[in-house]
Structure formats: C-alpha cells, structure tokens
C-alpha cells in the first residue's frame, strides 16, 4: 500500500509502516532538524514545509494518510498550560483537508491520551472525530500502549483509525502480545510479561 504521511516528525510512525511493507510515496513536516533525520534515517522524499501551503494536487495518489499532527496543546505534560484552544489542536483540520482532497481508502492518526482527558478536550475530539466521519469515513479510536506489545517503554497514545464508508473493511486494533501481569488471554493464549 502507498502512504501519505503528514507532520512526519523524525519519522518513527513511517518506519514502522515501512518496515510493515508499506510505500512511503510523500511526507511532510515544518521542523528541519526532524526532515533531516527522516530522510537519513528512511532515505525517503520528504518536503520541508508548512503544511498550511500545501496543495493537495502536488501529492501523489496513496492508499493511506498517517500522521501525528502535534501534540502541544492536548499533553498533560504542560500541566496549566494545557489549552484546547491551543492553535496546534486544529491542525488535524489539514490533516481533514488533505484527506478529503485525496480520499484515500484509508487513514491513520497517533496521537496523545490528554486528546480525551477532561470535559473541554472531550468535547473537541468529539467534533474532531464528527469532522472526519462527514469526511465519509467510519472512525474509530482506542487507547494503545506501546508495552503491551513489547517495546520497552510505556507509551500510551490514542489511535483514530478511518476507513472509507463505500469499503466493505472493518480495521481491527491488534491484540496484545504482552502484559503487566501476565495471564492467558480470552483466546487461551499467554500474554508474555513486558519488556524492560
């Protein structure tokens, strides 16, 4: 499948879908530091830009949009300076915008769990995900942490999955391989313990 990536970052979402098999056909991201060290690390074109100043007709067709746009505005780790008025909360609109010009079958977000933490933030990824739904998308999202499938950190993220409604596809979260407290699974399988 063809990815379009947005907000890039340094790419760790890319290389994953890469080393999934993915085709990475285009990415973006503003910070210069993080396209330097995507396209060492990926060897991937990556335009250094404003995304706000991208015109959906100069990316190529994909099959997929991934991304993550930034995350400053929702992250508890700015304690009193957590706003959900914050302008970097509404960049998931190009990331609508892209979509909606390129309708790609499917789409992919990873973002932080401070997305759904108090009243106020609920409120906006409600219209967030109402946004991408009226884009013809069916959307679902799940809290994922990276430990349960054995990297060594815990990294919890929201993960908003979107597959076009003319699909006959229904995306599935993956099942845990690994657990705090190991036991057997619902399917009768172990879960192994996590990865320090």
């Known amino acids: 499948m ?3 990536s947005l907000f890039s970052g340094a790419g760790g979402l890319d290389y994953g879908f890469k080393k999934a098999g993915f085709k990475i056909v285009w990415a973006n991201d503003i910070d210069r530091d993080a396209v330097m060290t995507y396209r060492y690390n990926l060897k991937e074109y990556m335009l250094h830009g404003d995304i706000r ?21 929702f992250t508890v780790a700015r304690g ?10 509404f960049l998931y609109l190009e990331f609508l915008r892209i979509l909606k010009a390129k309708q790609t079958d499917f789409f992919l977000i990873e973002n932080v769990p401070g997305m759904i933490k108090g009243e106020r933030f609920k409120r906006l990824f409600a219209k967030m995900i109402r946004d991408f739904e009226s884009a013809g998308y069916r959307v679902k999202y799940r809290e994922l942490n990276a430990a349960d499938y054995g990297v060594p950190q815990i990294r919890k993220r929201i993960i ?6 003319d699909l006959d596809v229904e995306l599935q979260y993956p099942e845990p391989t690994h657990s705090e407290k190991p036991a057997k699974t619902i399917y009768g399988t172990q879960l192994l313990p996590w990865v320090t």
Do not use: A, S, T
Not at 80 to 89: A, C, G, L, Q, S
Not at 160 to 165: F, Q, S
């Open 80 to 89: 009193k300076y957590r706003r959900p008025d914050d302008e970097n909360n």
């Open 160 to 165: 908003i999955l979107g597959v076009r409604k």
């Open 53 to 73: 100043k991208v015109d959906p007709k100069d990316i190529p067709d994909g099959d997929i949009i991934i991304g993550g746009f930034p995350c400053l505005g």
């Open 2 to 4: 063809k990815v379009i």
